[in-house]
């Protein structure tokens, strides 16, 4: 399986050009072009012209470039799927997915608006519903590459008030989290939204790793260092999944059952862990230079 980092997503208005631009040089894993909730009605014609015609400019390196529709049921979603089917970009974003026939429906209409190949989709579980239906939503198609978490709007719909822990949204998350990883699914945690709470983005990034996230969603480049820093392997972790891999290998070539790095047993699951943090590892300096 080829690991891709994903741990920091974020998002761009699509109506701002200059935005689009300034996102060749940020240090963003995945770009999310929006032409839904970041644009305004009227400006949807715009945003959809801008991002076609930013994404065929291309620059932008090695970044994973996905752009969030509208939903089907808008005035806005046909057009965007027109516009996007063509596009050089590396998948849809699907807002507010409550079940398996909206992503199929979105697969049909990329299909027959002639998008090529099998487009990767990536559902928004920002509902109720959306939450209840999680499992049948990661198993609607293969072209389902991963879920992201809409904890604004999902507060919301609780009508929850998630303070620094998030334990009012813990059932939710863990529940899409165990439908991610039951089907093998990437999962991007939710935004932050109080941008000058630095000790509180920062301690969400540690608890959405914690939690088992690939990464975070973002609205401010100013946060996609700390994001990187979190959802990336440290030097120590690196290194010690090298340990565990050469010590591993020496084990099985000297026809050892027992393996013991730094004092502690080592499985198979740990070595499969330990090859995933060094290929996430090498798959981060290839992106970065």
Sequence with gaps: MIVRPRRSALYMPGSNARALDKARSLPADVLIFDLEDAVAPSAKSVARESVREATAAGGYGRRELLVRINGLDSDWGQPDIEAMAAADIDGIVIPKVENAAQIQAVAERLRRAGATGALPLWCMIETPRGVLSVEDIADASPQVAGLIMGTSDLSKELNATPDSTRW??????????????????????????????????????????????????????????????????????????????????????????????????????????????????????????
């Design 168 to 289: 009012p949204l813990a059932t939710s998350l863990g529940l899409c989290l165990l439908a991610a990883k039951a089907y093998g699914k990437i999962i991007l945690d939710g935004v932050y939204l109080d941008l000058d709470d630095e000790p509180g983005f920062a301690a969400q990034c540690v608890q959405g790793r914690a939690f088992g996230f690939d990464g975070k969603t973002l609205i401010h480049p100013k946060t996609i260092d700390q994001a990187n820093a979190v959802f990336g392997p440290t030097a120590d972790e690196i290194a010690w999944a090298r340990r565990v891999i050469a010590t591993h290998a020496a084990a099985a070539q000297a026809g050892l059952g027992v393996v013991v790095v730094d004092g502690k047993l080592i499985e198979n699951l740990h070595v499969a862990a330990a090859q995933r943090t060094v290929q996430l590892a090498t798959a981060i300096a290839a992106l970065e230079h």
